[in-house]
């Protein structure tokens, strides 16, 4: 991860904070995420159920649910392809705003992870696609019915131009999620998010589809914000690897040295926890003891700290951890790091 | 691997779901959910069932215990007392005496336990009906089981709402395991789970069959599960087994070109090991109307003549090692490359 190339520089996640007051506390769940979008490549945001993932995007353009309170900055460096002076803040939008709609599926492009719960049923294929052309690329309706169609031929959907005035209940599994993708794809954004967008599909399907990324992601020279909970996903997808537990990034760095030098304790268990098939069978599989936490009334310390097998206390538990660069942009949030070791 | 006993044989399974029209309820097609299936599976050994969603695994498995009533075939089962009897043929009152020794395990484990009842009413539950064991007996078997599968005996009272996925899946487990069954299905039992809990349940999965001596028929859609926990794989294809051998066998040396697109899918978690993938063109076809042939042909990039037109037989190429294809004598395809 090069930091001198700042001109390539999308969209940048300084401190983000999404928390919830809810009746019995206040839930964190997400607890300051740095995070840097470059042009080009592709970022992927790996965790359990829970740690803040789908928060974090949901943040970014600016939809979190009520009654959750975003704090940090999320800076939008360029605009419709031309950089900006002074870049933009997604937190300080507000929700409704004009900005903030023109951003929503025009610079920041997404893929939601059930397109049968994200597509409205009763409303065709070309009328969805359509709403957002006609908002965010071309106001007239023909000319916008177009770009949808060559959209959908793009993503590979056999026989589009029946598809088109077909309702999503009509389509397969893998065909709603080409729909999908057509549909984030069709405003060209420059950033596309893809919350857990093959989790739904089989592993044919999966590969399909996460081909067909790579292909458009190339093509347009897009960047990609790839959230998921599958490893091997990751491996094949991303470029760059965001950690998350608990709402925090608690390993970032670019995807070989995620696999072949992770250094947080959580990172190691999790790769060491799954079942691959380049691994001798029947053996016993490392795990991590435990649950995540509910993350509500937090105590300070590393939230990994009642699961780890490494944890000091003292150490550990006394005060959050930072996340600290230990060399070539891998970033690493653990006491235990040779760097930080007292 | 030494020969072990035999605790199931299923042959020619069939279950065919009816398509009514509306008007009438005139019987207009089936939907062939399985189609002439062979299983077995012997003492202590673990059968993988992979497929892609609609491939009729969950069927396949409900149908051997019996869950639904399965159009034709015979299911030879080993119960405890040594007696060999055909499932599909017994009465009621036999088929509960049998369902003591197999037991099944479900996937969504927020969906599979009753959050009015309590865990000691929903693990005691099969004790109820299939032993005579007192109220406090039963009590005490519970606690028992509960500590087998690693969770806290004091947790009794508690409801199932209380416990996270991990921990209620040991719950299903502990109520699988409460009439000491031999033979276990195990339907997506891990699939619903984070992967740190997915790894403790496969490892308690492991510990109690080789503690009790159990048989598993695990059916999933991850071929990384798949290959960890089983002896035996099958793979299936719209309701047809097309390939069963053992795990080794098909994951190095598979002889179904489905095998090989599906094991060639499966994402790795090693970016090093990038490699070409083999794309399988469409989608599974629809069980009530299957392609001419081989169900796989028009996915299939080995594909000739013959493979439109004729189905092919199942048979034994290898010791041990079943496949359904026109071409696997003279085909030679990629496993999984393993370091």
């Known amino acids: 991860m090069a930091e001198t190339r700042k001109n390539d520089v999308l969209l ?63 800076l939008l460096h360029k605009k419709r392809g031309v950089a900006l002076e002074k870049p933009i803040d997604i937190v300080k939008l507000p929700r409704n705003g004009k900005e903030i709609r023109s951003i929503r599926g025009g610079d920041i492009g997404m893929i939601f992870q059930e397109p049968m719960k994200a597509f409205s049923p009763v409303h065709t294929i070309a009328n969805q696609l359509c709403e ?211 | 691997m030494e020969r072990r006993k035999m605790v199931l044989d299923a042959k020619g399974v069939k279950k065919y779901f009816p398509i009514t029209s509306s008007f009438f309820k005139r019987h207009v097609g089936d939907v062939y959910a399985v189609d002439d299936v062979d299983v077995y599976v012997r003492e202590g050994e673990t059968l993988g069932i992979v497929g892609e969603s609609g491939c009729g695994k969950t069927t396949l498995g409900r149908a051997i215990l019996r869950v639904i009533q399965p159009t034709e075939g015979v299911c030879n089962f080993v119960r405890r007392d040594g007696e060999t009897v055909d499932v599909f043929q017994l009465n009621e009152n036999q088929l509960r005496e049998t369902r003591r020794d197999m037991q099944m395990i479900f996937q969504d484990p927020y969906a599979s336990l009753n959050p009015r009842m309590i865990i000691r009413d929903i693990i005691g539950e099969p004790l109820r009906y299939n032993s005579n064991l007192s109220g406090a007996e039963i009590t005490e078997r519970v606690k028992e089981l509960l500590d087998l599968v690693g969770l806290n005996p004091r947790h009794l009272e508690r409801y199932p709402h209380a416990f996270s996925g991990g921990q ?46 159990l048989s598993y028929m695990f059916i999933s859609h991850d071929l990384s599960v798949i290959q960890h926990i089983s002896d035996r794989v099958g793979v299936m294809y719209v309701g047809k087994m097309v390939e069963q051998a053992s795990s080794e066998d098909i994951f190095r040396r598979p002889l179904h070109p489905y095998t090989e697109a599906l094991l060639s899918a499966k994402p790795i978690a090693d970016p090093r090991l990038k490699k070409e993938k083999i794309l399988l063109e469409g989608e599974t076809p629809n069980p009530a109307n299957p392609p001419s042939g081989c169900y796989f042909h028009p996915r299939c990039r080995y594909k000739c003549d013959v493979c439109a037109k004729e189905r092919p037989a199942y048979r034994e190429l290898e010791k041990g090692h079943f496949v359904a294809c026109h071409r696997a004598e003279e085909l030679t395809l990629d496993g999984v490359y393993r370091n």
């Open chain 2, 168 to 213: 209620r899946q040991r719950i299903g487990i502990a109520r699988a395991l409460a009439t000491t069954p031999r033979f276990i299905v195990c339907d997506e039992a891990v699939s619903a789970l984070d992967v740190s809990v997915q790894a403790q349940v496969i490892n308690l999965l492991q510990r109690l069959q080789s503690q009790l001596n």
């Open chain 1, 12 to 74: 940048e996640v300084k401190d983000l904070k999404v928390h919830f007051q809810m009746n019995e506390g206040l839930l964190k769940a997400v607890d300051g995420v740095d995070l840097t979008v470059r042009e080009g490549r592709t970022l992927g945001i790996v965790g359990e159920s829970g740690c803040g993932k789908s928060v974090t995007n949901q943040a970014l353009i600016g939809i979190v649910p009520h009654p959750g309170v975003v704090t940090g900055q999320i």
């Open chain 1, 132 to 342: 957002g052309i006609m908002l965010h690329v071309e106001p007239n309706k023909k000319k916008a019915w177009d770009i949808a169609l060559h959209a959908l031929e793009q993503v590979g959907v056999n026989n589009p131009r029946q598809r088109m005035n077909e309702y999503p209940h009509q389509l397969s599994g893998g065909m709603r999620q080409r729909a999908m993708i057509a549909m984030a794809l069709s405003c060209n954004p420059a950033i596309l998010i893809a919350d857990e967008p093959t989790t739904a599909l089989d592993v044919t399907m999966q590969a399909q589809v996460l081909k067909l990324m790579n292909d458009l992601k190339r093509e347009f020279n897009s960047a990609v914000i790839f959230i998921t909970h599958d490893l091997g996903v990751i491996a094949e997808m991303s470029d760059d690897v965001a950690v998350m537990y608990l709402g925090r990034v608690v390993e970032y760095t670019d995807v070989d040295t995620l696999f072949h030098n992770p250094k947080h304790p959580y990172t190691i268990a999790l790769l060491q926890s799954i079942p691959s098939v380049t691994r001798k069978a029947k053996s016993e599989l490392e795990v991590i003891e435990g649950t995540v936490p509910y993350p509500m009334n937090m105590k300070p310390g590393c939230g990994f700290y009642s699961r780890c097998k490494k944890r000091v206390d003292g150490l550990c538990n006394v005060q959050d951890v930072p996340l600290v660069d230990i060399g070539n942009g891998h970033k690493v949030r653990c006491m235990l790091d040779e760097a930080r070791r007292p």
